[in-house]
């Protein structure tokens, strides 16, 4: 198969990247080339190749010279030979989906139909995560699939991990629906004509609420990635709790009963509505304790901040002008959903 893929393309006059991602090993590749395609004239190009060298293969493959290019990932992005419309990935399990996209770009450039093959070893050897990568390239091969393949890779690597336990990074910091609402931000501000002010204060940026307990849709429930996609989105924007209890019964009609993931997810956005309301922008608890930070205006009270502190001095402080430090021993996420909801009811006006 590997020997009709080259004939096919070396018979219409055209060129091939075949690309092999490894160094040391690439002039054994070269030779192994030649014999399965004696026809062929390999060039060799990659990264470690000096600067003049590397420019004078380039410019071979583009003038012709030869009509196979054995490279190395450096063929990734600034490259554009319509005559080549055939590349061939070896090992393609070991690249990430956004990268065997920009590969699969290097190729269908002109008028001629182009072939993107994948190899890779037997399926017993490959990854789950390298599996679903290759089924989502193989399976996009239409306009648009870019974003599609975008929701694919985010998803394969985690997008329900950013509302769960294993967060890092900036999106730890700021959560997944305020890193949406910023985004929805940014948005209307260019379509408007403005640049985007992440820190104008024209709008509510909204709380962040974090337990730090497993708040997501879990692929066993839910499949289909753009469908959980779209309900990350739908739950985050909802702005009352009778449209989140409506969301709830949708998914229950259409999946089947919530598992406790789900269920953590609508109860923080819940809780983030309530957090919302009382003007606080960070709610964080977790096994020993947490914080509530404030807006500079909050809609609460300043007496009932300080006589809960008074009252029970052993589990409240302040924590400088606009946090609250929380030292409740809160081992289980039971114990977190609970201590979050009674002290949004105390500090809510009129209930303390």
């Not at 399965?36 to 071979?60: C, F, K, N, S, T």
């Not at 956005?269 to 205006?297: C, H, P, T, W, Y």
């Amino acid at each position: 198969q590997l020997r009709e893929a080259f004939q096919r393309e070396l018979s219409r006059g055209g060129q091939l990247y075949f690309l092999h991602n490894d160094v040391e090993s690439m002039g054994r590749m070269q030779r192994e080339l030649s014999e399965l395609v004696p026809e062929a004239r390999i060039g060799m190009a990659h990264g470690q190749m000096p600067e003049r060298e590397l420019e004078r293969v380039m410019l071979d493959f583009q003038k012709q010279r030869f009509n196979v290019l054995l490279a190395s990932t450096i063929i990734e992005s600034g490259i554009d030979i319509p005559n080549a419309n055939t590349i061939i990935i070896n090992r393609a399990d070991r690249f990430g989906l956004a990268q065997l996209h920009q590969l699969r770009g290097r190729v269908g450039r002109s008028h001629h139909r182009a072939y993107a093959y994948l190899l890779v070893p037997d399926k017993r050897s490959i990854t789950p995560d390298a599996q679903k990568r290759l089924d989502a390239i193989a399976s996009m091969d239409e306009l648009g699939a870019g974003f599609t393949l975008a929701t694919h890779d985010l998803e394969i690597r985690g997008a329900g991990e950013l509302l769960g336990e294993d967060q890092s990074g900036q999106m730890a910091e700021i959560g997944f629906s305020l890193y949406t609402e910023l985004l929805e931000r940014a948005v209307r501000s260019i379509k408007s004509g403005k640049l985007p002010d992440l820190d104008a204060g024209e709008e509510a940026r909204g709380a962040e609420v974090e337990l730090h307990v497993p708040a997501l849709i879990p692929e066993d429930y839910l499949p289909d990635v753009h469908t959980r996609l779209t309900l990350y989105k739908r739950i985050s924007s909802a702005r009352d709790n009778e449209r989140l209890r409506e969301l709830q019964v949708e998914m229950i009609d259409r999946f089947g009963l919530l598992p406790d993931p789900v269920k953590h997810l609508f109860a923080i956005a819940e809780l983030k509505l309530q957090a919302n309301e009382l003007g606080i922008r960070k709610l964080e608890l977790g096994e020993n304790g947490g914080r509530i930070v404030f807006d500079s205006k909050p809609n609460i009270d300043p007496m009932v901040v300080i006589q809960l502190i008074q009252k029970q001095p052993k589990l409240y402080q302040m924590d400088g002008p606009d946090k609250l430090r929380i030292k409740h021993p809160l081992p289980e996420s039971a114990d977190r959903f609970n201590a979050a909801r009674a002290l949004l009811t105390t500090l809510h006006p009129g209930r303390a």
